[in-house]
T-cell receptor, first 114, second 118 residues
């Protein structure tokens, strides 16, 4: 079946450090890929997405590139802030008319210290 | 515009009791989804409504779980009787997806209901 594997947390970084959270996937079809973020006390929010190979999703300084050859969608940010502290989830959808479920990874808790 | 809301935010019940979770999707969203995150593991799909019909319930763990969406608006998820392994965070999401198209619409998530079964 379809699955998403992301790096184990928790991850603790100093403010302004470079961030990478690894995500790889296995899929029976051609997936669309997503990063969701959950800030403390809030629901999941879509951070960015990519729908085909070599697409780059970006938002709030975060980027991820859809790499079909390595089945990866790693999340990066050049300079993290304390406000980026949250849990990050990598996810995919296989478009199959009527079947729209998201398949998630386990989540990576990120803590940024001043 | 109001987002997806869920009630209660937290529920603590004893094993064997019944709990009903409620989700109010974004107005006008025909698609409603339930997901669950257990013990810090991955978020897993439970089921998908299109309006009042169950489109996909392949993720429902067993017949102790019953989901309804009367009138195609809000949805309830009942767990009866609750077991210890049902503890976790239950998320609801909605989208305006139009079936039959290749465009994938964003699923908007609620804050979740944290269920603790003791």
């Amino acid at each position: 079946g379809d699955s998403v594997t992301q790096m184990e947390g928790p991850v603790t970084l100093s403010e302004e450090a470079f961030l990478t959270i690894n995500c790889t996937y296995t899929a029976t079809g051609y997936p669309s890929l997503f990063w969701y973020v959950q800030y403390p006390g809030e629901g999941l929010q879509l951070l960015l997405k990519a729908t085909k190979a070599d697409d780059k999703g970006s938002n709030k300084g975060f980027e991820a590139t859809y790499r079909k050859e390595t089945t990866s969608f790693h999340l990066e940010k050049g300079s993290v802030q304390v406000s980026d502290s949250a849990v990050y989830f990598c996810a995919l959808i296989i478009r199959n008319f009527g079947n729209e479920k998201l398949t998630f990874g386990t989540g990576t808790r990120l803590t940024i210290i001043p | 515009e109001a987002g997806v809301t869920q009630f209660p935010s937290h529920s603590v019940i004893e094993k064997g009791q019944t709990v009903t979770l409620r989700c109010d999707p974004i107005s006008g969203h025909d698609n409603l989804y339930w997901y669950r995150r257990v013990m810090g593991k991955e978020i897993k799909f439970l089921l998908h409504f299109v309006k009042e019909s169950k489109q996909d319930e392949s993720g429902m763990p067993n017949n102790r779980f019953l989901a309804e969406r009367t009138g195609g608006t809000y949805s309830t998820l009942k767990v009866q009787p609750a077991e210890l392994e049902d503890s976790g965070v239950y998320f609801c999401a909605s989208s305006q997806d139009i079936p039959g198209t290749y465009f994938i619409y964003e699923q908007y998530f609620g804050p979740g209901t944290r269920l603790t079964v003791t």
